[in-house]
């Protein structure tokens, strides 16, 4: 199997995959591919020397980890500090991640459920849906989901909530105690980048008070959850609302402000 | 963003035709720019395309970039693209940023 072969199978089955291409210097072209597969780095390819091989192998396997994107310089034998670079032609090596999509867990088979996993689909999330309704809770009403759970939130965060992370986001629609309060528990015991939580804020101060009783009152708890979720645009719509909740989303994660630019100063893309 | 994960099915379906395919990605980026490094672009040998690398300001020239690597046979290449004063007429991004590309045949 040729080298983009094992890439696309490792891209296909969500394998955590980097290739490291010289996209300037000797050896133009010469490619290297670091995968994890059960914890352990495996790498093919070579980029002409083993010691280069060596060394842009160590810093392939941390970039995929962080899931970085980006260029590094090397000497052709994998020289790697400024002085050993000089004299030296330099090896430009440009490391691409490719870590598996964010995901979106969405609690709660409500209409606004179906808008926000149409726009979290268009952001490259991988979706699930969860309620515990069987006939709510199904791929024939929320066929953009990658994936529909009928199912409690304690068991859904117990055996899977490991899998959550930085870049992933849990958005708990349901407006029913008996239902988000768990849902909320059990986010807040992982390390998810993003829990929002639907409710007016009259909705939003009763499930403060139930929280409340389950032990769940600290200030850096609840400074993590988003609620009412959202930004603040204004608008009435399921879909108005998905993109409130996934630009909530973007402006948290980059911290930037969700003014307009023509409001603030200085360079947009930093 | 369009890495080279969606454009696999695209280049899957050309090169079961058998053409040759040329892929560009945005390697880094100076100023400002639309697109993040690793933002990626395949060219087929009848100049369909697929995926993009800017907001569509210089795509029409990786085009031809690649159409020249494709059939040239030769090793991939760094291309530059961005506004300059003495380069009034060159091809650059409206956001007045430099993007900078490597464009290789897919022969690996």
Redesign the interface.
């Known amino acids: 199997m ?3 072969e094992q ?2 199978a490792h ?2 089955a969500q394998t955590p995959v980097a ?1 490291a ?1 010289i ?2 210097g000797p050896g ?2 010469a ?1 290297l591919m670091v995968t994890r597969i059960d914890g352990d780095e495996v790498v093919s390819g070579s980029l002409g020397h083993p010691d280069l091989d060596r060394v842009v192998a160590r810093d392939t396997a941390g970039e995929l980890e962080a899931g970085r ?3 590094r310089h090397y000497g052709p034998e994998g020289q790697a500090t400024p002085e050993d670079l000089v004299d030296t032609p330099t090896v430009v090596v ?1 490391i ?3 870590s598996p999509p964010p995901q979106m867990w969405v609690f709660g088979a409500v209409d606004f459920t179906a808008a926000l996993g149409r726009v979290a689909k268009v952001l ?1 999330y991988r979706v699930t849906v969860c309620d515990a309704r069987e006939i709510f809770a199904t791929k024939r009403r929320f066929p953009m989901a990658d994936e529909v759970m009928v199912t409690w939130p304690t068991p859904m965060f117990e055996s899977r909530g490991h899998t959550l992370g930085p870049r992933d986001a849990v958005c708990i629609l349901t407006h029913d105690p008996k239902f988000d309060v768990p849902a909320v528990q059990g986010a807040l015991a992982t390390n998810v980048g993003y829990i929002g939580v639907m409710g007016s804020r009259k909705t939003h101060t009763k499930r403060l008070e139930r929280l409340a009783e389950v032990g769940v009152s600290s200030p850096e708890q609840l400074s993590r959850l988003m609620s009412p979720i959202g930004l603040d645009l204004g608008g009435r719509t399921p879909e108005e609302t998905a993109i409130a909740i996934c630009a909530e989303i973007i402006a948290r994660r980059t911290g930037h402000t969700a003014s307009s630019l023509k409001t603030t100063s200085g ?3 930093s | ?1 369009s ?3 969606e454009i ?1 099915d695209d280049i ?1 379906r050309w090169r079961s035709a058998g053409k040759k395919v040329a892929v560009a ?1 945005v ?3 100076e100023g ?3 697109r ?3 933002a990626a672009m395949a060219v087929n040998e009848d100049g369909e395309v697929a995926g993009s690398v800017s907001g569509g300001c210089v795509e029409g020239a990786v085009v031809s970039e690649a159409l020249g690597i494709i059939h040239d046979g030769g ?4 291309v530059s693209f961005g506004y300059s004063d003495d380069e009034a007429f060159a091809v650059g991004l409206t ?1 007045g940023g430099i993007i900078r590309l ?1 464009i ?1 045949r ?1 022969d ?1």
């Open positions: 040729s080298l983009y890439f696309r891209v296909r290739l291409t996209v300037e133009v072209g490619k994107t980006g260029v440009f691409e991640s490719f490259g360079s947009i893309h | 963003m890495d080279m994960r696999l899957d990605r390697i880094n980026i400002s720019g639309p993040d490094p690793g090793p991939g290449k760094m956001c490597y290789e897919l690996w």
